[in-house]
């Protein structure tokens, strides 16, 4: 059965009592395999155990035709801690029936030929830890010779590389989801490797920006690609590399060379260490971010606004010019006024005299005329005068307000007086005259004739005004209505402003332009508001509220 069987006095001398396989093998059954007791075992079996039992690196041994199992204290681990322990002095095909398919050819080989096979990070799975596991293996197949230089056996030297396979595979994976995380982002991201700056990665991202393909750029020299940007950027990419220490950059300008044409940008940049498992820096990453379009949006803006404030400051400047020279106006316009109050009073004093004088005398019709014409001229005069001195009162905030209780009959009645002696139009009083207010008379008249000098100034041909009241809410609404052309839509929103005057069909009228803006003040004095209704050859109709008493 065995070819160099002899007799051995001290069986198994190379066993130690510290190793657990050499206690298993003196105390197991030998008789019962085809092996046959220790003391008969060949000297080429022995030397071979001797080895496999010593060696501190795993190892396992196949002999004799049945292939009998041994193996050492190292291998001892990789059976788990349930399932094929003990395996020693069994037949090789019994302990590895799940994997005798992959194995066995390649012990049947190694017996036949006597040439060693040899696998690196090898998917061995088997039974272990009650499941088969997948297991990987770098481990070879060895021919063990007996004294006739036979194959009598297989050695075994193997070692478990499953958790750096497992490992591998996850540094693998990790690695093809940061290249898909750098080829789908966003950014603009490149690594450099070493002192010349090749490209190691590059995505799709970067290369748009100087209008490439990645595979353009991916194994060459960055700066022979892009030599442009040398001067800006391979000293800072330098320093990054040797100093480790990353550096920042915000909004800031670049240009490459596009088909000859240059082309400008802003870019947000990381530049980053590149390092490896040992903490050496090998590389640097850059991150780029294109920011041209809000850059520029935001210089424009910046433009803008700088123009706004140019603009705003000449506005005050200009407003402020306007308002000193309506000051010399308002200033020139009081003193003028109170110059000429004292002579005027007195000159229409003298045509009053004059007036009666004529009325006792024999005075040709020309001379009553001239008296007369002298009169509505001064009249005219002294309702200029007097617009024009409520207007300083207003500027100066001197206007004030002498209130008491008047119906609305009281105010119709002192206004239209005068105006059915001197004027051909008819003014009809209509709405409840009744309704008491409490206001300053004289102002309130003073509103209301100045809407009737208007119904009659640019509604000369119109024969009828109505002068209305009525009660709205907790208001009296007080209306004159004339039947002239009216007013163009274009015109109306400025009628209540200081100085403007309709001017329609090329007439001009006498006044300053004052009338409507004084009313529109004193009207608010009170507490009320002001308004008109107008449609082009339907007249129009002046309104203003005041509250009821």
């Not at 039974?127 to 230089?149: C, D, H, L, M, Q």
């Not at 591998?168 to 070493?194: D, H, P, Y």
């Not at 119904?455 to 709205?472: G, R, V």
């Not at 007013?487 to 329609?504: C, G, N, Q, S, W």
């Amino acid at each position: 059965m065995i070819s160099d069987i002899g007799q051995t006095t001290k069986p198994l001398p190379f066993i130690k009592e510290s190793s657990e396989m050499g206690q298993i093998i003196k105390s197991y059954d030998w008789e019962s395999t085809s092996l046959g007791p220790p003391e008969y075992w060949s000297e080429s079996l022995l030397t071979s155990l001797g080895i496999v039992l010593n060696s501190a690196f795993p190892m396992f041994l196949f002999w004799g035709e049945d292939l009998i199992s041994f193996y050492n204290d190292a291998f001892r681990p990789s059976l788990g801690a349930s399932g094929k322990h003990p395996a020693i002095g069994k037949p090789a095909k019994e302990v590895w029936p799940e994997i005798w398919e992959f194995i066995g050819p390649l012990i049947e080989g190694v017996m036949t030929t006597g040439k060693p096979v040899w696998f690196e990070d090898q998917l061995v799975p088997f039974y272990r830890n009650g499941k088969v596991e997948e297991i990987y293996w770098t481990f070879s197949y060895s021919p063990a010779y007996n004294g006739k230089g036979e194959v009598q056996g297989v050695v075994v030297t193997c070692t478990e590389t499953t958790a750096s396979v497992v490992n591998l595979a996850r540094l693998t994976e990790s690695e093809k989801r940061f290249q898909n995380l750098v080829k789908n982002a966003s950014v603009g991201i490149i690594v450099l490797s070493g002192e010349d700056h090749v490209v190691q990665i590059v995505n799709q991202a970067y290369a748009t920006l100087i209008d490439k393909n990645y595979h353009e750029l991916l194994g060459k020299r960055v700066f022979d690609v892009i030599p442009e940007t040398e001067a800006d950027f391979k000293q800072l990419i330098e320093q990054v590399r040797t100093t480790g220490t990353a550096a920042y950059l915000t909004e800031h300008p670049y240009f490459v060379y596009v088909n000859g044409e240059k082309r400008e940008g802003f870019l947000n940049l990381v530049y980053q260490p590149y390092t490896e498992e040992d903490g050496s820096v090998t590389g640097v990453m850059a991150l780029c971010q294109d920011v041209t379009p809000q850059v520029t949006a935001r210089k424009k803006l910046e433009h803008s606004e700088q123009q706004l404030l140019h603009a705003q400051k000449e506005l005050k400047m200009e407003l402020e010019a306007g308002r000193q020279l309506q000051q010399q106006k308002d200033d020139f316009i009081g003193i003028a006024s109170h110059e000429l109050k004292t002579p005027l009073t007195t000159l229409k004093g003298s045509m009053q005299l004059l007036s009666q004088w004529m009325a006792n005398e024999d005075v040709s019709p020309k001379v009553q005329r001239l008296i007369q014409l002298s009169n509505s001229n001064i009249n005219k005069l002294s309702h200029i005068l007097k617009e024009l001195l409520n207007d300083t009162r207003i500027n100066e905030g001197q206007l004030h307000l002498n209130k008491s209780l008047c119906s609305i009959a009281e105010l119709f009645n002192d206004c239209c007086e005068s105006f059915n002696i001197i004027s051909h139009h008819q003014i009809y009083q209509k709405g409840d005259l009744n309704l008491s207010v409490f206001v300053d008379r004289d102002r309130i008249i003073q509103v209301i004739i100045n809407l009737i000098n208007n119904a009659i100034k640019y509604a000369p041909n119109s024969q009828e005004i109505i002068l209305s009241a009525s009660e709205e809410g907790n208001q009296v609404k007080i209306s004159v209505r004339d039947f002239g052309p009216g007013i163009p839509a274009e015109k109306i929103p400025h009628l209540f402003k200081r100085y403007y005057r309709v001017d329609t069909s090329g007439i001009q009228y006498s006044g300053l332009g004052l009338g409507l803006f004084i009313a529109s003040d004193m009207v608010s004095r009170h507490g009320g508001k002001i308004g008109v209704e107008s449609e082009a050859g339907a007249g129009a109709t002046f309104w203003f509220t005041i509250p009821l008493a």
